[in-house]
């Protein structure tokens, strides 16, 4: 069965510094994958996801992610992080053939961005 | 109006009321799902709806009863919960078609159980 691992729960940095947060799945032939943002107390919101097509994908908020399918990971950067980007991120993965499309969470990483 | 609305927001109950959560898609998908989000925990996946018929019950306790009249709404039924259900509930929505498994989520409704 498929699954997310996301390898760090916590991420501290400060502000205007690089972030990176990692995720990795377990190997499958085919896979949709994506970041969700959950701010406090709110729902998940999409970030970013790779279908298909390039392997660098650009989200909101000046996100972005690269689809590594020979290390089976799709890690999360932003080159300059703000202070409201402080949220919990999760990665999820479908693995298209195996779960008709059902989506597979991370347990989350908690980023803060301290001044 | 948002994609998903859940109502109420905040909900405080004791153990032995009955209430119920209140989850609206207005993007026309025809799955809708709840989870559970608890402190430090990972999401937990309670229910699926697909096309209006319950497809996945991931051995919830009988307290939590969903209920989805139609492709745009969904409900969860809760009677003498404990504690320990004190959490974030979430609902999403999915078009089946698109068979990404993308969801779309709506703000949650905080549950509390004295």
């Known amino acids: 069965a498929q699954s997310v691992t996301q390898l760090d729960s916590q991420v501290p940095v400060f502000e205007e510094a690089p972030v990176e947060l990692r995720c990795n799945y377990s190997?499958?032939?085919?896979?949709?994958l994506f970041w969700y943002v959950q701010y406090p107390n709110q729902g998940l919101q999409l970030l970013l996801k790779?279908?298909?097509?390039?392997?660098l994908v650009k989200g909101i908020n000046g996100f972005e992610a690269e689809f590594n399918k020979s290390q089976t990971s799709f890690h999360l950067r932003k080159p300059s992080v703000h202070i409201s980007d402080t949220a919990e991120y999760f990665c999820?993965?479908?693995?298209?053939?195996?779960?008709?499309?059902?989506?597979?969470f991370g347990q989350g990483t908690e980023l803060s961005v301290k001044p | 109006e948002t994609g998903v609305t859940q109502t109420p927001r905040h909900l405080v109950m004791g153990m032995t009321n009955k209430k119920s959560l209140k989850c609206e898609q207005h993007?026309?998908?025809?799955?809708m799902y709840w989870y559970k989000q608890s402190a430090k925990k990972p999401l937990e996946l309670m229910f699926v709806?697909?096309?209006?018929?319950?497809?996945e019950n991931n051995s919830v306790p009988s307290r939590f009863s969903p209920e989805c009249p139609n492709s745009s709404h969904l409900f969860l039924h809760l009677h003498t919960l404990q504690p320990e259900d004190s959490a974030l509930y979430l609902c999403?929505?999915?078009?089946?078609?698109?068979?990404?498994?993308?969801?779309?989520f709506g703000e949650g409704s905080r549950l509390t159980v004295l």
């Open positions: 993007l026309g998908h025809n799955a």
């Open positions: 709806y697909s096309l209006e018929e319950r497809v």
């Open positions: 999820a993965v479908s693995d298209v053939y195996n779960q008709g499309g059902k989506l597979i």
């Open positions: 190997s499958s032939v085919s896979v949709y």
């Open positions: 999403a929505s999915s078009q089946l078609a698109a068979n990404t498994g993308e969801l779309f």
């Open positions: 790779y279908l298909s097509g390039s392997t």
